[in-house]
């Protein structure tokens, strides 16, 4: 298994971010079955401000490359990517049309002792 973690920003509009969480709480069963699809095990995302960090862990044979390929065939993942970015806004450095970024892990606590 792998775990990745990503960060990526919301619009600072509360009204906004209310509607991405009231979209979050019953997310489309297409894309949850294209997440499982794609070798994702488990997934979460928290909050703060506008700030959103996910945590996501995978199987073995997981890429974000395969991914992006599925993703990219999916009409209704497509559509629900379109309707998310009316929320999200990049994080700054990130590249014209990136989205989630994905972080550095810079301490292992486990490793740490």
Known sequence: ????CLAL?????????AEYEAHHE?????????ICESGVIDMEIYRIQNRLFM???TDDDFSFEQ??????????VQEWEKLMWKYQQTIPGSKPGEKWRLMTRIFDFKAAL
């Open 1 to 4: 298994m792998k775990r990745y």
């Open 9 to 17: 920003d919301l619009k600072e509009d509360e009204g906004l971010i």
């Open 26 to 34: 019953k997310v489309w069963p297409e894309v949850l079955k294209s």
């Open 55 to 57: 945590i996501m862990e």
């Open 67 to 76: 991914k992006e390929l599925l993703d990219a065939s999916n009409l209704k």
